[in-house]
């Protein structure tokens, strides 16, 4: 059964770093692309980047470019989310999600019906 768990999240000040780590298992990892998300209570949930098995960058938002920064170890099937010079309106659940690389271009779309999605994990930034 395919699996993402994500962890690296927690409270930290504004301008630190965070990274932020999703681990996948059940499925095989070459044939995914995966998303970073966020959410904020009462709001939509969006995408802030995408990348592929190959470590190419499918989709960067452009709220995020410039701090945050998407990368993958696809020999701990991992992928990471660095997060520097953060503030409080990064402040969100944060979900990594996996989906085929034949809807590779929908990789930023919360609402596609085909992701695998984690539990997601809990930034706060302290001002």
């Known amino acids: 059964e395919p699996r993402l768990v994500e962890s690296g999240g927690g409270l930290v000040q504004a301008g630190g770093s965070l990274r932020l780590s999703c681990v996948v298992s059940?499925?095989?990892?070459?044939?995914?692309?995966y998303g970073w998300f966020r959410q904020v209570p009462g709001k939509e949930r969006e995408g802030i980047s995408c990348?592929?098995?190959?470590?190419?960058?499918?989709y960067s938002a452009d709220s995020a470019k410039e701090r945050f920064t998407i990368s993958s170890d696809n020999s701990k099937n991992t992928v990471f989310l660095q997060m520097t010079n953060v503030q409080p309106a990064d402040t969100a659940v944060y979900f990594c999600a996996a989906i085929s690389v034949i809807y590779s271009d929908r990789c930023h779309d919360p609402d596609t019906a085909f992701f695998r999605w984690g539990r997601g994990t809990q930034v706060t930034v302290s001002s």
């Open positions: 059940g499925l095989y990892f070459d044939d995914y692309v």
């Open positions: 990348i592929s098995s190959s470590g190419g960058i499918v």
